[in-house]
């Protein structure tokens, strides 16, 4: 049943009537702030595992193991994988910024804060906004929107904290590789909307990324030194299943067919939710604290997303 459902799900989203970018309904904000849930607790999950996997192993095995699940799903719906739809170099192209994206984010934070990685990366919306204007037709923001994307923005600041300059050579090389990571994000997105991937399905863009992504990081594992220490915990193994089969195998899926149908602009907007259900996740799961100034920062991003999303 559940499996059926999902074929449903996906054979729904990944219908495009027009290559004007529609605002987002009600189904479509419930499974985005659904997916926002999930990938914050993602991020319990990769600290879970990180002990005994490191993060370059981690993301590769992910990518490896998540390209051979949607493979079979893919046979199983009998989507063909090597059809002739001219949309390799695109595929191309989005998996290597895919991989770009992931490395980065797991170099950064080799010198950075994850404070300030939290900060830097959700840059990515601004630039998905941005570049929208010039590559996604009718998906522009007016004034309100672009207040309540800065409205959301504040809220992460409130919640994480305002970065300070930083203290060295390697701090700001962390900042860097933050920010080329949300440009990698950014790109990755406006690449899938605004190219023939659109027109293809959820799966098989999915698909692109991974073949693509997994050797990158396979060599990145390699060049930067990182192996196991012993045999990972059973902890470890379960929390870095749930990310392959869940995370990315399905919630990626059913991200990029929100993309293919819905403005990009506007859900990258609500991916300001990840950070906080993951400090939520990180306080109820690992025990975390949670300070005062959260909650006014959740109604600062929620009252962001409504302007967003307000009809014109």
Same mark, same amino acid.
Request: aromatic residues 12%; glycine residues 8%; positive net charge.
């Given at each position: *049943?559940?499996?059926?459902?999902?074929?449903?799900? @996906?054979? !729904?989203?990944?219908?495009?009537?027009?290559?004007?970018?529609?605002?987002?309904?009600?189904? /479509?904000?419930?499974?985005?702030?659904?997916?926002?849930?999930?990938?914050? +607790?993602?991020?319990?999950? $990769?600290?879970? %595992?990180?002990?005994?996997?490191?993060?370059?192993?981690?993301?590769?095995?992910?990518?490896?193991?998540?390209?051979?699940?949607?493979?079979?799903? &893919?046979?199983?719906?009998? $989507?063909?994988?090597?059809?002739?739809?001219?949309?390799?170099?695109?595929?191309?192209? /989005?998996?290597?910024?895919?991989? +770009?994206?992931?490395?980065?984010?797991?170099?950064?934070?080799? =010198?950075?804060?994850?404070?300030?990685?939290?900060?830097? $990366?959700?840059?990515?919306?601004?630039?998905?906004?941005?570049?929208?204007?010039?590559?996604?037709?009718?998906?522009?923001?007016?004034?309100?929107?672009?207040?309540?994307?800065?409205?959301?923005?504040?809220?992460?600041?409130?919640?994480?904290?305002?970065?300070?300059?930083?203290?060295?050579?390697?701090? &700001?090389?962390?900042?860097? *590789? &933050?920010?080329?990571?949300?440009?990698? !994000?950014?790109?990755?997105?406006?690449?899938?909307?605004?190219?023939?991937?659109?027109?293809?399905?959820?799966?098989?863009?999915?698909?692109?990324? @991974?073949?693509?992504?997994?050797?990158?990081?396979?060599?990145?594992?390699?060049?930067?030194?990182?192996?196991?220490?012993? *045999?990972?915990?059973?902890?470890? $193994? /379960?929390?870095?299943? =749930?990310?392959?089969?869940?995370?990315?195998?399905?919630?990626?899926?059913?991200?990029?067919?929100?993309? &293919?149908?819905?403005?990009?602009?506007?859900?990258?907007?609500?991916?300001?939710?990840?950070?906080?259900?993951?400090? /939520?996740?990180?306080?109820?799961?690992?025990?975390?604290?949670?300070?005062?100034?959260?909650?006014? %920062?959740?109604?600062?991003?929620?009252?962001?997303?409504?302007?967003?999303?307000?009809?014109?």
């Amino acid at each position: *049943m559940l499996v059926g459902a999902l074929k449903l799900e @996906l054979n !729904w989203l990944s219908v495009t009537d027009s290559p004007q970018s529609r605002p987002l309904d009600a189904l /479509a904000v419930a499974l985005t702030v659904g997916l926002c849930f999930v990938w914050g +607790f993602n991020q319990v999950a $990769i600290k879970l %595992a990180i002990h005994d996997i490191p993060p370059l192993i981690q993301t590769t095995i992910r990518s490896t193991a998540a390209a051979l699940l949607i493979a079979a799903w &893919m046979g199983v719906r009998r $989507i063909p994988v090597l059809a002739r739809d001219r949309t390799l170099w695109a595929g191309v192209a /989005a998996g290597v910024l895919f991989a +770009f994206e992931f490395l980065l984010i797991y170099l950064g934070l080799s =010198y950075t804060t994850a404070v300030r990685a939290t900060l830097f $990366i959700y840059f990515a919306p601004f630039f998905v906004v941005l570049a929208s204007r010039w590559f996604i037709p009718g998906d522009h923001f007016r004034a309100s929107q672009w207040f309540g994307l800065l409205l959301s923005f504040a809220g992460l600041v409130i919640a994480f904290g305002l970065p300070t300059p930083g203290t060295g050579p390697r701090q &700001m090389l962390g900042d860097l *590789m &933050m920010i080329g990571a949300a440009l990698a !994000w950014g790109a990755t997105t406006i690449v899938i909307k605004a190219t023939v991937l659109n027109r293809i399905s959820a799966e098989k863009t999915l698909l692109y990324q @991974l073949v693509v992504s997994a050797p990158i990081l396979g060599v990145s594992i390699v060049v930067f030194g990182e192996h196991f220490d012993g *045999m990972p915990s059973a902890l470890a $193994i /379960a929390a870095l299943a =749930y990310q392959t089969v869940w995370v990315v195998s399905v919630t990626y899926a059913v991200w990029f067919a929100l993309i &293919m149908r819905y403005s990009a602009s506007r859900l990258s907007a609500f991916t300001f939710l990840t950070p906080l259900f993951g400090v /939520a996740a990180g306080h109820f799961v690992l025990k975390e604290p949670i300070n005062a100034p959260f909650a006014v %920062a959740v109604v600062l991003v929620v009252l962001g997303l409504v302007l967003v999303n307000r009809p014109r």
